[in-house]
């Protein structure tokens, strides 16, 4: 960055000041929360985060110095929630991703299931020599989702990240209606409650880590 681009300090000094001004709301809004899921406390924990983010960023455009803020990314926060008070449906969206770690072992359990199959019923391109692009489609159409997570090591998988989101939708879709792109017509601000499992959590200290990394839960 050039020097003509450059943050001036007063600028710095007033992001600083915000931080400050942010911090002291959140804090009054912890102290005068009305439960679990109080929105005041939502609103000031973004503010806060939003504020830190700018003086981040000033500080090191101008004197190359870093905080010690861990400044949560955009795209993990949910906007404030949209939906009814008292939903008549959910769809509950999931997404995990696997490694295919052993090869070898995921072969083998497809070619179990086919010898299992007394009624052909499993495809043939799960025999031996079969490829894993056709395996994966065997163990994924016997099993469970939720089965396969349990058990994937059986599998030859390795977990990836994972989100679960439960959204409240008006009334349930006509049968069939989005099976062509399930995932088109998610909105964040219907999101009832997420729960997300990551290694970044891991990389935190399990001691002093926040009980409700990776969760989100609201009314």
């Not at 992001?15 to 912890?30: M, S």
């Not at 406390?41 to 110095?65: G, P, Q, T």
Request: hydrophobic residues 40%.
């Amino acid at each position: 960055m050039s020097d003509a681009a450059q943050p001036t300090a007063a600028e710095v000094r007033a992001a600083a000041d915000a931080v400050k001004t942010a911090l002291d709301r959140h804090l009054q809004a912890v102290e005068r929360r009305t439960g679990d899921d109080d929105p005041a406390v939502y609103d000031a924990f973004n503010a806060l985060a939003a504020a830190a983010e700018v003086y981040d960023e000033l500080l090191y455009d101008r004197h190359d110095e870093v905080t010690p803020f861990e400044i949560p990314a955009a795209q993990d926060s949910l906007p404030p929630y949209a939906g009814p008070e008292e939903p008549h449906a959910v769809s509950v969206l999931i997404r995990r991703d696997y490694a295919v770690a052993e090869p070898a072992r995921l072969l083998a359990q497809a070619e179990r299931l086919a010898d299992l199959d007394p009624d052909g019923q499993v495809p043939a391109a799960a025999t031996a020599g079969a490829g894993v692009h056709a395996a994966l489609g065997v163990v994924f159409g016997e099993y469970e989702a939720d089965e396969i997570a349990s058990r994937h090591k059986e599998f030859g998988l390795e977990e990836g990240d994972s989100t679960l989101w439960v959204s409240a939708v008006e009334e349930l879709p006509e049968p069939g209606e989005w099976l062509g792109a399930p995932f088109d017509e998610a909105d964040p601000a219907m999101v009832i409650c997420r729960f997300d499992v990551s290694a970044v959590f891991d990389e935190e200290d399990e001691l002093d880590a926040d009980p409700e990394d990776g969760v989100t839960d609201r009314p």
